[in-house]
Protein backbone atom coordinates (compact mmCIF):
# COMPACT_ATOMS: atom_id res chain seq x y z
CA UNK A 1 0.00 0.00 0.00
CA UNK A 2 2.01 3.03 -1.47
CA UNK A 3 1.34 6.23 1.21
CA UNK A 4 1.45 9.16 -1.05
CA UNK A 5 3.81 12.09 0.42
CA UNK A 6 3.29 14.76 -2.12
CA UNK A 7 1.72 16.98 0.54
CA UNK A 8 4.59 16.43 3.20
CA UNK A 9 6.90 17.29 0.32
CA UNK A 10 5.40 20.30 -0.87
CA UNK A 11 5.23 21.86 2.40
CA UNK A 12 1.71 21.59 2.61
CA UNK A 13 1.56 19.37 6.02
CA UNK A 14 4.17 19.02 8.31
CA UNK A 15 3.18 15.12 8.94
CA UNK A 16 1.27 12.57 7.09
CA UNK A 17 -0.49 9.74 9.96
CA UNK A 18 0.13 6.00 9.14
CA UNK A 19 -1.97 5.40 11.85
CA UNK A 20 -4.26 2.48 11.48
CA UNK A 21 -4.57 -1.48 11.36
CA UNK A 22 -2.52 -3.70 8.81
CA UNK A 23 -2.51 -6.61 7.33
CA UNK A 24 0.33 -7.75 5.55
CA UNK A 25 -0.14 -9.16 2.05
CA UNK A 26 1.19 -12.84 1.29
CA UNK A 27 3.81 -11.39 -1.55
CA UNK A 28 5.56 -9.59 0.97
CA UNK A 29 5.97 -12.49 3.71
CA UNK A 30 8.51 -15.17 3.80
CA UNK A 31 7.02 -18.13 4.89
CA UNK A 32 10.33 -19.48 6.50
CA UNK A 33 10.18 -17.01 8.80
CA UNK A 34 6.21 -15.73 9.38
CA UNK A 35 2.85 -17.58 8.54
CA UNK A 36 1.13 -14.44 8.71
CA UNK A 37 1.35 -10.70 9.84
CA UNK A 38 -2.42 -9.49 10.21
CA UNK A 39 -3.73 -6.99 11.97
CA UNK A 40 -0.70 -4.96 12.81
CA UNK A 41 -1.74 -1.88 14.87
CA UNK A 42 0.04 0.72 13.70
CA UNK A 43 0.52 4.60 15.90
CA UNK A 44 2.25 7.22 13.93
CA UNK A 45 3.32 9.48 11.38
CA UNK A 46 5.43 10.11 8.55
CA UNK A 47 7.59 14.01 8.62
CA UNK A 48 10.80 15.69 7.27
CA UNK A 49 13.90 16.45 9.62
CA UNK A 50 16.02 19.52 9.17
CA UNK A 51 17.53 18.09 6.20
CA UNK A 52 14.85 17.32 4.43
CA UNK A 53 14.90 13.48 5.22
CA UNK A 54 11.92 11.18 5.28
CA UNK A 55 11.48 9.98 8.74
CA UNK A 56 8.61 8.08 10.74
CA UNK A 57 7.11 8.03 14.33
CA UNK A 58 5.22 5.18 15.18
CA UNK A 59 5.09 2.24 17.54
CA UNK A 60 4.15 -1.32 15.88
CA UNK A 61 2.35 -3.77 17.88
CA UNK A 62 0.37 -6.90 16.95
CA UNK A 63 0.25 -10.66 17.00
CA UNK A 64 2.29 -12.53 14.15
CA UNK A 65 1.95 -16.16 13.26
CA UNK A 66 5.17 -18.29 13.22
CA UNK A 67 6.09 -21.89 13.30
CA UNK A 68 7.11 -24.05 16.16
CA UNK A 69 10.74 -24.58 15.52
CA UNK A 70 10.05 -28.37 16.81
CA UNK A 71 6.67 -29.11 15.87
CA UNK A 72 5.76 -27.00 13.48
CA UNK A 73 2.90 -26.35 15.13
CA UNK A 74 1.71 -22.50 14.29
CA UNK A 75 2.59 -19.97 17.13
CA UNK A 76 1.12 -16.39 17.82
CA UNK A 77 3.89 -14.09 18.78
CA UNK A 78 3.50 -11.13 20.21
CA UNK A 79 5.68 -7.83 18.38
CA UNK A 80 6.07 -4.55 19.52
CA UNK A 81 8.14 -1.80 17.97
CA UNK A 82 9.36 1.53 18.93
CA UNK A 83 10.69 3.10 15.35
CA UNK A 84 11.74 7.01 15.16
CA UNK A 85 14.82 7.04 11.99
CA UNK A 86 15.35 8.16 8.44
CA UNK A 87 13.79 5.57 6.15
CA UNK A 88 15.60 5.17 2.37
CA UNK A 89 14.66 1.77 1.55
CA UNK A 90 10.82 1.85 1.08
CA UNK A 91 10.70 5.09 0.26
CA UNK A 92 10.97 6.42 -3.49
CA UNK A 93 11.35 10.30 -2.98
CA UNK A 94 11.07 10.93 -6.91
CA UNK A 95 7.68 9.55 -6.68
CA UNK A 96 6.79 11.20 -3.37
CA UNK A 97 5.66 7.71 -2.06
CA UNK A 98 6.06 5.08 1.05
CA UNK A 99 5.35 1.54 0.53
CA UNK A 100 4.16 0.94 4.12
CA UNK A 101 3.82 -3.06 3.62
CA UNK A 102 7.39 -2.73 2.73
CA UNK A 103 8.37 -0.79 6.19
CA UNK A 104 6.16 -2.56 8.32
CA UNK A 105 7.52 -5.93 6.81
CA UNK A 106 11.17 -5.21 7.19
CA UNK A 107 10.93 -4.37 10.86
CA UNK A 108 8.67 -7.21 11.81
CA UNK A 109 11.37 -9.33 10.14
CA UNK A 110 13.82 -8.00 12.74
CA UNK A 111 11.84 -9.15 15.62
CA UNK A 112 11.16 -12.62 14.07
CA UNK A 113 13.40 -14.83 16.52
CA UNK A 114 15.73 -17.32 14.87
CA UNK A 115 14.17 -20.54 17.45
CA UNK A 116 11.21 -20.44 19.36
CA UNK A 117 9.49 -23.54 20.69
CA UNK A 118 6.77 -24.52 23.53
CA UNK A 119 7.44 -28.26 22.98
CA UNK A 120 8.25 -29.71 26.77
CA UNK A 121 8.53 -33.74 25.68
CA UNK A 122 10.79 -33.89 22.93
CA UNK A 123 10.39 -37.77 23.52
CA UNK A 124 7.60 -37.35 20.91
CA UNK A 125 10.27 -36.24 17.83
CA UNK A 126 12.10 -39.78 17.08
CA UNK A 127 12.54 -41.94 14.16
CA UNK A 128 14.63 -44.71 13.29
CA UNK A 129 18.23 -44.09 14.72
CA UNK A 130 17.48 -40.63 15.75
CA UNK A 131 15.81 -38.63 18.41
CA UNK A 132 15.57 -34.98 19.52
CA UNK A 133 17.27 -34.36 22.85
CA UNK A 134 16.89 -31.06 24.63
CA UNK A 135 19.79 -29.29 26.15
CA UNK A 136 20.16 -31.03 29.33
CA UNK A 137 19.57 -34.91 27.61
CA UNK A 138 22.59 -33.47 25.71
CA UNK A 139 24.56 -32.33 28.70
CA UNK A 140 23.78 -36.00 30.39
CA UNK A 141 26.72 -38.48 30.96
CA UNK A 142 24.45 -41.16 28.65
CA UNK A 143 24.86 -39.30 26.01
CA UNK A 144 27.18 -41.33 23.13
CA UNK A 145 28.50 -37.88 21.71
CA UNK A 146 29.93 -36.66 25.35
CA UNK A 147 33.55 -38.19 24.64
CA UNK A 148 33.66 -36.25 21.52
CA UNK A 149 31.82 -33.31 22.97
CA UNK A 150 35.01 -33.24 25.51
CA UNK A 151 37.02 -32.37 22.97
CA UNK A 152 35.75 -29.45 21.45
CA UNK A 153 35.35 -28.04 25.27
CA UNK A 154 39.00 -28.88 25.77
CA UNK A 155 40.08 -26.04 22.28
Same mark, same amino acid.
Given at each position: ???? +?? +??????? *??I =????????? #???? #? /???? &???????????????????? /????????????????S???????? !?????????????? !?E?? $??????? %????V? *? &?? +?? $??? &???? !?K??? #?? %?? +?????E $? /??????F =???????? *??
Amino acid at each position: MDID +LT +LLHSKTE *EEI =SITGIYNIP #DEYI #D /KDLV &VSANNINVDGYVYLDEEDND /KIKCSIKGNIEIEDSVSLDKLDYPI !SIEYDDIIEENCKK !SENI $LDIFAFL %WENIVL *E &VP +LH $LTE &VEDF !SKYQG #DG %WK +LVDEDE $L /KNNNNPF =SDILKDFK *EE
